[in-house]
C-alpha cells in the first residue's frame, strides 16, 4: 500500500537559518508531488509540484524552494527564513489528478 | 491559471437542516474535482470525487455534489446534518491539461448547532 512520510511534525526556528523539509512517498512510482502551505482563511496555498524528478514547478515567488532530487522525494528548501514562513506546510502526491494523499504537515515557526 | 473559489467562508447550520456549499472553477479544459473535509485537529479526507459520467457524485456521510459543466461548479450539498459534520471542507481541482495540477479552494467552516 502507498504510504507518505513527511518530516519533521514540529520546528522552530530563527530568522536568518536555513530550512529543509523532506517528503517521501512509499508504494507508487512516477507520482505528482506537491508542497501546500495551510493558513486559517486562505485554504491549502500550492508552493510547488512536481510531475518527475528534477521538475519543479512554482506558484508563488517566496523566499523557498523545492528539489526532486529522486522519484518518490520531494524536499521544500529555504536558504534564510524569514518571519513570514511560519505556517502549517503540506506534502501531497497524487496519480495523474487522481485522489490526494497528505503527509501529516509540518508545524514550522520562525522566532 | 487554474483557480477555485469557495463562494462561503463561513456557513452556520442548525442540526437536522440542510446545508450546500458552493465551488466554483475556472478552467476551459477538462477536469477532475473534489471535496476534501478537515476536521479539527485533524488531516484532510476525501468526501467524493468527480472523474467522469454521472455528474451527480455520491460521497460518505451523505453528502453528495453536482458536477455542472456549463457553470463550471461543483457544489457540496446534504440534506440533513449533524453536530459531527462541524469541520472545514475544501473544494479542489486537479487540471488535465496542466500535468493533473491540483489546486484547492479558501475553504468553507461550516458550523453545525443545535
Known amino acids: 500500500s502507498q504510504t507518505i512520510h513527511q518530516w519533521p511534525a514540529t520546528l522552530v526556528q530563527p530568522v536568518g537559518s536555513p530550512l529543509s523539509l523532506e517528503c517521501t512517498v512509499e508504494g507508487t512510482s512516477n507520482p505528482n508531488l506537491y508542497w501546500y502551505r495551510q493558513a486559517a482563511g486562505r485554504g491549502l496555498q500550492l508552493l510547488f509540484y512536481s510531475v518527475g524528478i528534477g521538475q519543479i514547478s512554482s506558484e508563488v515567488p517566496q523566499n523557498l524552494s523545492a528539489s526532486r532530487p529522486q522519484d518518490r522525494q520531494f524536499i521544500l528548501s529555504s536558504k534564510k527564513l524569514l518571519l513570514s514562513d511560519s505556517g502549517f506546510y503540506l506534502c501531497a502526491w497524487t496519480s495523474r489528478g487522481h485522489e490526494a494523499f497528505f503527509g501529516q504537515g509540518t508545524r514550522l515557526t520562525v522566532v | 491559471a487554474q483557480s477555485v473559489t469557495q463562494l462561503d467562508s463561513q456557513v452556520p447550520v442548525f442540526e437536522e437542516a440542510p446545508v450546500e456549499l458552493r465551488c466554483n472553477y475556472s478552467s476551459s479544459v477538462s477536469v477532475y474535482l473534489f471535496w476534501y473535509v478537515q476536521y479539527p485537529n485533524q488531516g484532510l479526507q476525501l468526501l467524493l470525487k468527480?472523474?467522469?459520467?454521472?455528474?451527480l457524485v455520491k460521497g460518505i456521510n451523505g453528502f453528495e455534489a453536482e458536477f455542472n459543466k456549463s457553470q463550471t461548479s461543483f457544489h457540496l450539498r446534504k440534506p440533513s446534518v449533524h453536530i459531527s459534520d462541524t469541520a472545514e471542507y475544501f473544494c479542489a481541482v486537479s487540471d488535465k491539461s496542466n500535468d493533473y495540477k491540483l489546486s484547492f479552494g479558501a475553504g468553507t467552516t461550516v458550523t453545525v448547532r443545535a
Open positions: 468527480y472523474l467522469s459520467g454521472s455528474t
